[in-house]
Structures are given as structure tokens and as C-alpha cells.
């Protein structure tokens, strides 16, 4: 743990001027000494760094080795790195494939945080190189809040093209200076190859960077971390990560197409508590490369709170760990996504936040239909629609106001408006959901809504029937969103993007009063 303070505001032309200045410093340091003069010896950063879950006072930074080593972790609140306030330090061992990270609290809200990572040599105590990243901490009050949500990276076999600009809606991300990033899941396709070369539908050949790793659908704890650190080796990938912090939850192919706890497995069979090998070398894998934090005693949890001031809660779910099986369907009409102890929490959670807005981050959506998600098609709830009808009821119970669903998954960009008007489940109070990607992955037309919840299309883009699906990114319909709070006014304005930064389509939402107080949470 480290205790920090700080402040300062920043512009991306200083910070990149200051990153390279940075490791200009470390190496005229390094130079000065003789038993570190050559770079061999030197632990090196492997692929990019990166922080997530920041709050009000707390962020994770992450970074990974080429060997075992000990993280160096240095903070400031100015970008000459002229006084440190705080200095922390985490092992990174084979265990965790040379990864690590740390948990930083006690940092001022509101404040830029500028850090400085590099490993040293655990024996020797021989410096390697540094490198520096930034976060934002949340507001304590009256700020404008910015940030924008995706998914879906290296998918269908559409991996980093260099000519062709790699990961280009990073870049374009980056662009946009937001606070943070929520990413939705699918980081990686650990089930999907990537081949040396694609051709294109006009005649054109997409080139691939291959790895091992890559070469081959992921069984195993090294195939799935590889597929990890494949994406680091895009620039775009680590500029972004260094400069934005991320908010990360998973989905399917983070372990396999459609994944259950239950319905999942392969030849490497169980854990000694039940749980599929293949899910547990996953999740393993997920956690040593996410910046995300551990959640008290239940280690290896995704679905978790983040308080981003008084205009933001994030609520960030899990529908994967806890669903009843791969497939939505069944002649008992009982079925859940979410999970009784998951829901209960969220219930319990939105019912006690205080933030203006709560954010949903989904993994996948509720009014597609899908027999992987939610919604079967059109008709009174059935399934896993009851327990989304349950949640829905109990926010509109506990007068629960400024509920707003992200997720991607579905490879288009779309913005739903769920009106009980049209419903034929009708207790809730009206909500938006936005859909929005891929990053970088094929791209396919619009989905079919059911009426259960009443959602209507008021915006969609995807491929067209011409185009045909599976489209790769550098047709441009790679699309992510962006979100916008007024520090004055607490209007959200959501945006939805393209890869291109071009505004395809844009609402303001104004906030309502709450129906009645907030019940105090008992516990998180």
C-alpha cells in the first residue's frame, strides 16, 4: 500500500514530451553506474503498463516483467516526477507470468497522479527502465466526468494488421482524453486463432502479427495468458493503457464461446472444488493481466462497485460466473444470469448509492434477443427474464432514479430506450441502454429486440446485408461510446462513436430527483 497526495493539471503533448524525457533520465542514470551499463543485465517492462479501479482515493497499477523482478512503483503529482510523495513495490514471479500490481490508497480526489514504474533485479538490485503513466482521480465534487466503454479486441481471427494501423480505435480513444475506460469484456478470443493472413472481401490481404500463443485455441494457464500479452504488442494498446485507466470486466471468450461455469470444460477436467480447469486457468490468466482489484475475501470476483465521486456510481457485473447454463432455454421456465448473491447485491447497492447517476456496465445486453443472454423474443418474461423483471421492479420499489445500461458484445453500436409503454413487463421505470463495439474485431449487422421490457431502437449501425458479417475493422464500423457528465447541470450526454472519431449519434439525458431516500447498504 502507499499513501499519496497530489495535483496538477496536464495536456497529452506534455505528458508524451515528459515520457520520453523520463526514460531518457533512467538511462543517463543507469549509464552512470558500471555494473549497470549493459542493458542485458537490466529487467526490462514487458509490453505497456497500465491503472484501473480508480476511485476518489485508491487506483491499481499494473505492469509486467521479462523476468523476475521486484516493481518500482513512484508517484508524483507533477509530471517532472520533482518531488515523490509515494513509493511502493511488488514481486512480479514466474507465478504470475512476471506480472503484478499494486493497490494504492489514501490519494487526494480529484487530482492527476502521475507514475513512474520500472523493475529492478531482485538479487543484484540492477535498475531497468522506467516508464511513466497517469490517472485521474475522481471528484470530490463539481467536476465534469468524461469517459468512454467498449469491447471485443483480436476477434474472428482480426488481429494487428501493422500496415493497416493496428489497433487503430485506441488511438482514437486516446484522442478523446477521457477519465477512464470501462472495457465490457472479450479483452482477448481465446478461442479464436489468429492467422498469418485474411483475405479481404475486395481482393485484399490482411496481415497478421502471429504469435505462439495465438496459433492455437486456448487450453492451457501460458495459451491464455499469451493471448493477453498478444494485445501489448499493438502501440496503440499501450498508449492508451498508460494514459487511461480502465474499469475491466469479462465475457465469453475470455475463457470460450459462450461459456457457463457449468456447461464448460475440456480434457483437462476439474479443480478440486468442481470448477472446470479451463474456466479456472482463465480466470487466473484474466486477473494477472487486468488492472482490477481484489474484493475482500472473494478473491478472483469481477462483479464490483466503483464510486467515481458524487455524479458516478459504476456497477460493474458479472453475467457469466453465476449463470445456470450455456444456453437460455429450458421446459421449467426457470432460469438466471446474475445469480442470487450477485443480485442481491446490486439491488442493495443501487438502492444505497448516493451518486446522481448509476451506471450498469453489462457484458451483455437485455432486449437482444439471444438464447447466450437474456431476451428469448417477444412476450411476458420467461427464464432469465424474470430475475432482470425482479431487478427492474425492486429499483423502481426503492425509487431508485439515473440508471443507465453499457455493454458491447453483439459487435454494432445501438441505443435502446426501454419504455414500460411497450412492454409487456411493465413495473420498472423507463431506462436507456447503449451498445457499442468492437474495438477491433469483426463487425455484424443489427439484432432483433424483443417487446418483454419494451425496448425500442432509436439508433443502430452495423453492416449491411451487402457488406455481409464478420466485416473486418478496416472498414471502419468498429465503434465504441462516450459518455459525458456535466459537473453544473449533471445532463449526461452519451455519444456513440466510430473508429474514425466521427459522432454517428448523441442524446442528453436530464437527471431525476430520487423517488425517496436511499437504504443505507449494510455491507459491499
Request: charged share 25%.
Amino acid at each position: 500500500m502507499a499513501t499519496l497526495r497530489a495535483s496538477r493539471a496536464w495536456t497529452r503533448r506534455q505528458f508524451l514530451v515528459r515520457s520520453t524525457s523520463s526514460l531518457a533520465v533512467a538511462s543517463l542514470g543507469t549509464l552512470a553506474t558500471p555494473h549497470l551499463s549493459r542493458a542485458a543485465d537490466r529487467p526490462q517492462i514487458a509490453g505497456g503498463i497500465q491503472s484501473g479501479d480508480v476511485s476518489g482515493d485508491s487506483a491499481v497499477i499494473w505492469a509486467r516483467a521479462d523476468r523476475p523482478a521486484r516493481m518500482q512503483v513512484e508517484c508524483s503529482t507533477v509530471e517532472s516526477f520533482e518531488t515523490i510523495i509515494a513509493s511502493a513495490s511488488r514481486d512480479a514471479l514466474l507465478d504470475a507470468d512476471f506480472t503484478a500490481k499494486l493497490l494504492l490508497n489514501d490519494l487526494p480526489p480529484g487530482q492527476d497522479i502521475f507514475y513512474r514504474v520500472r523493475f529492478d533485479d531482485i538479487a543484484a538490485g540492477i535498475a531497468g527502465e522506467s516508464r511513466v503513466g497517469h490517472f485521474r482521480t475522481a471528484p470530490a465534487a463539481g467536476r465534469s466526468i468524461s469517459f468512454v466503454w467498449s469491447g471485443d479486441v483480436a476477434g474472428q481471427g482480426w488481429g494487428i494488421d501493422v500496415s493497416r494501423g493496428g489497433y487503430r480505435s485506441y488511438r482514437t480513444m486516446l484522442d478523446n482524453r477521457p477519465d477512464f475506460f470501462i472495457h465490457s469484456g472479450d479483452h482477448i478470443y481465446a478461442d479464436c486463432t489468429v492467422p498469418s493472413e485474411q483475405r479481404l472481401p475486395n481482393g485484399e490481404i490482411w496481415r497478421n502479427l502471429v504469435t505462439e500463443e495465438k496459433s492455437e485455441v486456448a487450453h492451457t494457464l501460458g495459451q491464455f495468458r499469451g493471448n493477453y500479452r498478444y494485445n501489448h504488442l499493438d502501440e496503440n494498446f499501450r498508449a492508451f493503457h498508460a494514459e487511461v485507466p480502465m474499469f475491466a470486466q469479462w465475457d465469453d471468450h475470455e475463457v470460450t464461446n459462450d461459456w457457463s461455469p457449468a456447461g464448460s470444460h475440456d480434457e483437462s477436467g476439474y479443480e478440486d472444488d468442481g470448477t472446470p480447469r479451463l474456466v479456472a486457468h482463465a480466470r487466473r490468466a484474466f486477473f494477472d493481466f487486468m488492472p482490477i482489484r481484489d474484493i475482500g475475501a472473494r478473491q478472483g470476483r469481477v462483479y464490483r462497485k466503483i464510486a467515481y465521486g458524487p455524479l458516478l456510481d459504476v456497477f460493474m457485473i458479472d453475467m457469466r460466473s453465476y449463470r445456470d447454463d450455456s444456453w437460455n432455454k429450458g421446459g421449467d421456465h426457470r432460469g438466471w444470469i446474475l445469480g442470487a448473491e450477485q443480485i442481491a447485491w446490486l439491488k442493495r447497492e443501487l438502492a444505497a448509492s448516493r451518486a446522481t447517476w448509476k451506471v450498469i456496465a453489462a457484458d451483455l445486453p437485455i432486449g437482444l434477443v439471444s438464447l447466450d443472454a437474456v431476451a428469448l423474443g417477444d412476450g411476458p418474461p420467461d427464464r432469465r427474464e424474470h430475475e432482470i423483471a425482479d431487478l427492474l421492479a425492486s429499483i423502481k420499489r426503492a425509487g431508485v432514479r439515473n440508471i443507465v445500461w453499457l455493454t458491447a458484445d453483439m459487435h454494432y453500436t445501438a441505443a435502446h430506450y426501454y419504455d414500460p409503454a411497450k412492454a409487456q413487463f411493465q413495473d420498472f421505470e423507463p431506462f436507456w441502454e447503449f451498445v457499442s463495439g468492437p474495438l477491433h474485431a469483426g463487425t455484424w449487422g443489427p439484432g432483433e429486440l424483443d417487446n418483454t421490457f419494451g425496448p425500442v431502437a432509436m439508433y443502430q449501425n452495423g453492416c449491411s446485408a451487402a457488406q455481409g458479417e464478420n466485416l473486418a475493422p478496416c472498414f471502419g464500423l468498429q465503434f465504441f461510446g462516450r459518455v459525458d457528465i456535466d459537473g453544473a447541470s449533471g445532463v449526461m450526454t452519451v455519444t456513440l462513436k466510430d473508429v474514425d472519431n466521427r459522432d454517428l449519434w448523441s442524446v442528453d439525458i436530464v437527471p431525476q430527483p430520487q423517488a425517496r431516500p436511499a437504504v443505507v447498504a449494510q455491507h459491499s
